[in-house]
């Protein structure tokens, strides 16, 4: 079992030719409503990847909330866990240029009154998966944390967005995901120069603190370095790039619902790897999320990938 602790919002987005400079207008596509955020992206990655997976979570009373948990609720995801807190739910602005490249102003909403409290006790246990981001406040993550660990269960940090984390925070979290650009910003913040290459830089960061360091690369796919001092690699799949909003988020659903089942984390990346480039071809977040069948389909077409 998954659970999730994180954010629900709705992402309102806008397509233009080209991401506009400071102080400049430029036009834009008809708006969009998309359900997102972090959390219940990575649930719902991870639901469709196959994984049973419970969202704890705050939507707003206001009437985006229903939309935010549209995909989730046709998804599967139980949602018994999600709470009303305030009068807004979650939103992200995203403008998305003709190179699939964006910008996001985030408005926490409900997010920001999501508490470790809210995961009913016993509900996290031995075997289970706690998957985890930084999009709610971060004393109430570190505290579901601790609140997981305890009780037996593998924890999961997608340190996204960044935020300068010390040491200390991770001392209940078992493995580290972030993207190239977050692993050479945490290196920095810790003292640690960066490498050359992601695998460098990763490998310093899990010797550093002694915890599995993965990283995301874009197209180059996904590297890890685990305590053992073990590196794996992983290509991503070729695909023409639409939208890679919620690409990151697809990684990490996928590779949580394939650790939670059981698969070594090479098995685990590869599959990820595969889900993250299949998001970036369709427009949208949660919309593109591949379901399963596609994942091992486009593991069997793609020589690539043994």
């Not at 807190?85 to 403008?95: H, K, L």
């Amino acid at each position: 079992m998954i659970t999730v602790f994180g954010s629900i919002n709705i992402d309102l987005v806008s397509r233009t030719a080209r991401l506009p400079r400071p102080g400049e207008t430029v036009p834009g596509s008809e708006y969009q409503l998309i359900p997102g955020g972090k959390g219940a992206n990575q649930a719902l990655a991870a639901r469709r990847a196959g994984a049973n997976v419970r969202m704890i979570g705050a939507v707003g009373n206001d009437d985006m909330a229903a939309t935010a948990l549209a995909e989730l609720d046709a998804g599967g995801v139980d949602l018994t866990g999600v709470q009303r807190r305030g009068n807004t739910t979650g939103m992200a602005v995203i403008t998305v240029d003709d190179h699939a490249e964006n910008t996001i102003v985030l408005s926490p909403g409900a997010n920001a009154k999501l508490s470790a409290d809210d995961i009913a006790p016993g509900s996290v246990g031995v075997g289970d998966t706690l998957l985890l981001q930084m999009e709610v406040p971060f004393e109430q993550t570190l505290a579901a944390a601790r609140l997981a660990k305890a009780a037996g269960a593998r924890v999961v940090l997608s340190i996204a967005p960044f935020l300068p984390v010390e040491r200390e925070a991770f001392a209940d979290i078992d493995m580290i995901l972030v993207n190239e650009t977050e692993a050479g910003d945490l290196a920095r913040h810790l003292g640690l120069s960066p490498g050359s290459t992601g695998a460098e830089t990763v490998s310093r960061l899990a010797g550093e603190l002694k915890r599995t360091v993965i990283a995301t690369l874009g197209p180059d796919g996904a590297v890890a370095a685990t305590t053992e001092a073990d590196t794996i690699s992983v290509p991503a799949l070729k695909v023409v790039p639409v939208d890679t909003t919620g690409a990151g988020d697809t990684f990490c659903g996928v590779l949580a619902a394939l650790l939670d089942e059981g698969a070594d984390l090479a098995t685990a990346m590869r599959r990820a790897a595969v889900a993250g480039s299949l998001a970036c071809a369709k427009p949208g977040a949660q919309p593109s999320f591949p379901l399963r069948e596609a994942i091992e389909l486009s593991l069997i077409d793609d020589p690539a990938f043994p």
